[in-house]
């Protein structure tokens, strides 16, 4: 059985060097299966586990373009098993695209606890920027609301604006204070009344993610 599973990652392996990036595309998910059937194979160097992990990712975005989440869900978690020796600083954006893309994947055939555990795995290095952080959190965001949890999901919104610098909104808003900015808004409607459609398009990546947010 273990020779089998060599003699099919070494098959696999071989699509993968001999094909031209066009004809990849084709049997892309074919070859990265026979691959996947003796990960060690692919394990001798980081730059082989680099390879392997990058493997799953574009195997599993294929996945994705197929709507078939749980087989996208697995190239996935394939290439976050060959992390283990990569250190996080050297291969970045390579671990923020697995996990983000797993935890979306495990959101998507609604396995929470999955999910979770990929979002707590690389929140966990907690060195994030902002822009990377962000659409982790408004998977969980977005889970929590579609389970009813809105107290919860409230609460990670007002982080996530807070985080991006807006301030929270308050519990108890004066009468005043909701008369003032409601008559803002209706100034800005009348004074925009025909023309909405003549402004630029926004292009503030803050304001984009607060909008985000309140959807």
Do not use: W
């Amino acid at each position: 059985e273990e020779d089998r599973q060599l003699l099919q990652a070494k098959i696999g392996k071989s699509i993968v060097d001999q094909a031209s990036p066009e004809e990849l595309d084709g049997v892309l998910l074919l070859a990265v299966d026979l691959c996947n059937s003796d990960p060690s194979l692919f394990a001798s160097s980081p730059k082989d586990e680099e390879h392997f992990a990058q493997l799953n990712l574009r195997a599993g975005k294929q996945a994705v373009q197929n709507s078939a989440f749980s087989y996208a869900a697995v190239y996935f978690m394939s290439g976050i098993g060959a992390l283990g020796n990569l250190p996080f600083e050297d291969n970045r954006q390579l671990h923020v695209d697995l996990y983000g893309l797993a935890s979306q994947a495990h959101y998507c055939k609604g396995d929470t606890d999955k999910m979770n555990e990929c979002l707590d795995a690389v929140l966990s290095f907690g060195s994030l920027t902002v822009e990377e952080s962000f659409p982790l959190q408004m998977t969980r965001c977005k889970s929590l609301y579609v389970r009813h949890q809105y107290n919860e999901a409230l609460a990670l919104g007002q982080k996530m604006l807070k985080d991006i610098g807006y301030k929270p909104f308050p519990k108890k808003a004066p009468m005043p204070y909701v008369i003032k900015e409601f008559m803002k808004t209706k100034r800005l409607l009348k004074k925009y009344d025909g023309k909405f459609l003549d402004l630029p398009l926004m292009t503030d990546k803050n304001r984009l993610r607060a909008i985000k947010v309140f959807k």
